[in-house]
């Protein structure tokens, strides 16, 4: 061993026969080495007491062989929610904005659902956005979806076959902080409006008018519907953003909750700081960010969903254990008949889940096998299953105690 | 285009050379395909990562300082 100036061949074969990883012997020898730095050597014994001591410990925090983990993690997040509300909506803590709680919330996480029920974004700044109102409300409006009614007024006059939008001025310079002319922005929404609807506009200082190409009182109706959908800035999903100072690690900022989520479109406006913005939906990370930041979100979110409901005392290795499951593959996969439960190799197994009948035909037709390797199979089949004390083998010495 | 890698969720992901993935699949007695996986197309893979790869992840354990855990880069 080169590395470490004061750990002997002695040392090594000590710490080499201990039964830690490679990881933790690295850190023994570390800690050997930085003690016989300061203290100018390190015996033998004492090399022997520390690694022992690690050894018993690191031994005494392992999962027992053969323990059923998966089963008790069922359990120790199955029996807590039990307690949980049904009751699907209320306001959260934060930020007015609603938020699923509780079981419906719980079950759409290891459901994997395509999309939340709720869908929203918690949008961290960066810089000078962070700390100036006047700033993040630049973020907020280029996140916020703007649509015309938010701008001003519009009336239909049917005599002439025409739409008018009196826009507020007031308004556009707020939504528009980069431009100085109310007439400006209008101008930009006539075009708008030109693009999306195939109409001719009229624009005179704020009053844009338009009217259908030929005259029809269906058509104009229509396109006052289509005129209320079109968005004029920000992202279409986000239908409300809330802005709340907070304080973080001592510092106050601005934080924005977004009322739906679009996070790969939120992560390229500017100001908003693309390190820590998240949102609830795990396929948007997924897609953004890689089956590990998913893996994250999905503890992050099970874990918030357990608190939230005062079952705070849920061990975090349980969520873990989870989130591992559910992105084992390298992408999310839903616990379920659609997903782990359902991809399981026995046919037992999946058979004594969901849709019996459906895994027998088919395992017929295909003639499946069926090695009886996992618990269910066994527990159908009547045999100890292959857990716990069941895969043990007992084997004893003929020797009768104090026969030396 | 945002810069994956610099998100406080995303851990870092180092790709192995061959000899050091010999090495884990001894130490844990396992072959390359019990690894759990990771697409070839995931954005925070680093972009020289091939199909066959094994990326070495360094997380932010929550139960210790740092987890370290291997995926297979599968297509």
Same mark, same amino acid.
């Given at each position: 061993? +080169?590395?470490?100036?004061?750990?002997?061949?002695?040392?090594?074969?000590?710490?080499?026969?201990?039964?830690?990883p490679?990881?933790?012997?690295?850190?023994?020898?570390?800690?050997?080495?930085?003690?016989?730095?300061?203290?100018g050597e390190? +015996?033998v014994?004492?090399?022997?007491?520390?690694?022992?001591?690690v050894e018993?410990?690191?031994?005494?925090?392992?999962?027992?062989?053969?323990?059923?983990?998966?089963?008790?993690?069922?359990q120790?997040?199955?029996?807590?929610?039990t307690?949980? +509300?049904?009751? +699907?909506?209320?306001?959260?803590?934060?930020?007015?904005?609603?938020v699923t709680?509780?079981?419906p919330?719980?079950?759409?996480l290891v459901d994997?659902?395509?999309?939340?029920?709720t869908?929203?974004?918690?949008?961290?700044?960066e810089?000078e956005?962070?700390?100036?109102r006047?700033?993040?409300?630049?973020?907020?409006?280029?996140?916020?979806?703007?649509?015309?009614?938010?701008?001003?007024?519009?009336?239909?006059?049917?005599?002439?076959m $025409?739409v008018r939008?009196?826009?507020?001025?007031?308004? $556009?310079?707020?939504?528009?902080?980069?431009?100085?002319?109310?007439?400006?922005?209008?101008?930009?929404?006539?075009e708008?409006?030109?693009?999306?609807?195939?109409?001719d506009?009229?624009?005179?200082?704020?009053?844009?008018?338009?009217?259908?190409?030929?005259?029809?009182?269906r058509?104009?109706?229509?396109l006052?519907?289509?005129?209320?959908?079109?968005?004029?800035?920000?992202?279409?999903?986000?239908?409300?953003?809330?802005?709340?100072?907070?304080?973080?690690?001592?510092?106050?900022?601005?934080?924005?909750?977004?009322?739906?989520s679009?996070?790969g479109?939120?992560?390229?406006i500017?100001?908003?700081?693309a390190?820590?913005?998240t949102?609830?939906?795990?396929?948007?990370?997924?897609?953004?960010?890689?089956?590990?930041?998913?893996?994250?979100?999905?503890?992050?979110?099970?874990?918030?969903?357990?608190?939230e409901q005062?079952?705070?005392?849920?061990?975090?290795?349980?969520?873990?254990?989870?989130?591992?499951?559910?992105?084992?593959?390298?992408?999310?996969?839903?616990?379920?008949r659609?997903?782990?439960?359902?991809?399981?190799?026995?046919?037992l197994?999946?058979?004594?889940?969901e849709?019996?009948?459906?895994?027998?035909l088919?395992?017929?037709?295909?003639?499946e096998?069926?090695?009886?390797?996992?618990?269910?199979e066994?527990?159908?089949?009547?045999?100890?299953?292959?857990?716990?004390?069941?895969?043990?083998?007992?084997?004893m010495?003929?020797r009768?105690?104090?026969?030396? | 285009?945002?810069d994956?890698?610099?998100? &406080?969720?995303?851990?870092?992901?180092?790709?192995l050379?061959?000899?050091e993935?010999? &090495?884990?699949?001894?130490?844990?007695?396992v072959?390359?395909?019990?690894l759990?996986?990771?697409k070839?197309?995931?954005p925070?893979?680093?972009?020289?990562?091939?199909?066959g790869?094994?990326?070495?992840?360094?997380?932010?354990?929550?139960?210790? &300082? &740092?987890?370290?855990?291997?995926r297979l880069?599968?297509?």
């Amino acid at each position: 061993m +080169t590395e470490y100036d004061h750990v002997t061949d002695d040392i090594e074969a000590v710490v080499e026969a201990t039964e830690l990883p490679a990881r933790l012997k690295d850190e023994v020898y570390e800690a050997i080495d930085r003690k016989a730095e300061e203290t100018g050597e390190v +015996t033998v014994e004492q090399a022997t007491d520390i690694a022992t001591g690690v050894e018993n410990r690191y031994v005494e925090t392992r999962v027992d062989p053969l323990d059923p983990v998966g089963t008790v993690s069922a359990q120790s997040i199955g029996e807590p929610g039990t307690q949980m +509300t049904m009751n +699907t909506f209320h306001y959260a803590g934060v930020a007015e904005i609603d938020v699923t709680q509780g079981l419906p919330r719980l079950i759409e996480l290891v459901d994997a659902r395509k999309t939340p029920d709720t869908p929203m974004m918690t949008v961290h700044l960066e810089g000078e956005y962070a700390t100036d109102r006047q700033k993040a409300h630049e973020v907020v409006w280029s996140i916020e979806a703007t649509r015309i009614l938010a701008l001003g007024d519009v009336s239909t006059n049917v005599a002439d076959m $025409l739409v008018r939008i009196d826009l507020n001025d007031d308004t $556009l310079l707020e939504r528009w902080p980069t431009h100085s002319d109310p007439s400006e922005v209008a101008g930009i929404i006539a075009e708008t409006i030109e693009d999306s609807l195939g109409v001719d506009t009229r624009q005179s200082g704020t009053v844009v008018e338009f009217g259908p190409n030929e005259p029809s009182y269906r058509e104009l109706l229509q396109l006052v519907e289509r005129l209320r959908e079109i968005v004029f800035k920000g992202i279409e999903e986000i239908e409300r953003v809330v802005i709340r100072k907070e304080e973080i690690d001592g510092d106050e900022e601005f934080v924005l909750y977004t009322e739906g989520s679009a996070f790969g479109d939120a992560l390229d406006i500017e100001g908003v700081d693309a390190s820590r913005t998240t949102c609830n939906n795990i396929h948007e990370i997924y897609r953004n960010l890689g089956v590990e930041a998913a893996r994250e979100t999905i503890i992050d979110e099970t874990k918030n969903t357990l608190e939230e409901q005062g079952l705070d005392d849920v061990n975090v290795r349980h969520l873990m254990l989870v989130a591992d499951i559910m992105t084992n593959n390298g992408e999310i996969e839903s616990i379920g008949r659609h997903g782990i439960s359902g991809s399981k190799d026995s046919v037992l197994a999946r058979a004594a889940f969901e849709v019996t009948v459906n895994h027998l035909l088919d395992a017929a037709i295909h003639g499946e096998y069926d090695e009886l390797d996992g618990v269910i199979e066994n527990v159908i089949a009547g045999k100890p299953i292959s857990l716990g004390t069941g895969d043990v083998d007992l084997r004893m010495g003929s020797r009768v105690v104090g026969d030396d | 285009m945002v810069d994956v890698s610099q998100h &406080e969720l995303v851990p870092d992901h180092v790709l192995l050379d061959p000899e050091e993935v010999d &090495e884990v699949l001894a130490e844990y007695d396992v072959t390359r395909t019990n690894l759990p996986k990771i697409k070839r197309t995931d954005p925070a893979l680093p972009d020289e990562a091939e199909v066959g790869d094994v990326v070495k992840i360094v997380r932010n354990s929550r139960t210790t &300082e &740092e987890a370290v855990v291997y995926r297979l880069v599968v297509s």
